[in-house]
């Protein structure tokens, strides 16, 4: 009988202890969601990525990632308790390592024949983007997203192999985290983006000098941008 009251009176205390620890925690900056319109920059990390299809006997891949940067402002204008409209408009630098092989032609080793391009991108995106948040906990509220991005493509090279189009229209999803701290919230966000049409540019393909790249560019018929980005906002 001792014993269980020791147990009962223990568990009391250890729950009292914990609400009261819940209940007591500082709210850091508790007005900010509550503004019609809030303000933020951004920088971050990107992964590029694209999907091709090719005719045989010719096949490319993007072989590996290459990290990139990215850095923006944000602009973030309150729907309800819950969702909330996100302009970010961002630069992205980066590259795609690409290799083409060609299962036709064997090198002296016997290996396909290969050749490389390292296709350095700078985009400029503006997201339009909806953001899902769950009601806050003490100095954390975590949230979903998801929107389109229009991208401008601001790299070209005319005598690489293969080249993209100067527009690309991405789909994107993530999730992230609010945390508010003392002086300003902290955002860091993890997002997928996909690129919604082909965006190989095959016009140029014609004024290319090297004959053995115009085989190669003339083999890839369609090419879907990807990206990973890991953003974190400072609001």
Not at 169 to 192: A, N, R, S, T, W
């Amino acid at each position: 009988m001792r014993l269980k009251l020791i147990t009962i009176i223990a568990a009391i205390t250890i729950a009292t202890g914990c609400l009261a620890q819940r209940r007591y925690v500082i709210q850091h900056k508790p007005y900010i969601d509550l503004r019609p319109m809030h303000f933020g920059i951004s920088v971050g990390m990107n992964l590029q990525d694209i999907e091709f299809k090719t005719d045989a006997p010719i096949v490319c891949d993007a072989d590996r990632w290459n990290a990139g940067f990215s850095v923006g402002v944000l602009a973030d204008m309150r729907l309800s308790n819950n969702l909330n409209l996100r302009i970010s408009p961002t630069m992205h630098f980066g590259s795609k390592h690409i290799k083409f092989m060609n299962l036709a032609e064997m090198d002296g080793e016997g290996k396909p024949k290969s050749e490389i391009q390292n296709m350095k991108n700078t985009y400029l995106a503006v997201p339009v983007d909806l953001k899902f948040s769950s009601q806050r906990w003490n100095n954390i509220r975590p949230y979903m997203m998801a929107g389109v991005s229009p991208m401008l493509n601001l790299t070209n090279k005319s005598q690489e192999i293969i080249q993209l189009q100067r527009t690309d229209l991405m789909l994107e999803v993530g999730l992230g985290c609010d945390l508010y701290l003392p002086f300003f919230k902290l955002i860091p966000e993890l997002k997928f983006c996909y690129g919604l049409g082909n965006r190989i540019d095959r016009s140029h393909i014609d004024d290319l000098k090297d004959d053995t790249k115009r085989t190669y560019a003339n083999s890839v018929k369609s090419g879907h941008t990807k990206m990973i980005v890991l953003t974190f906002y400072f609001e």
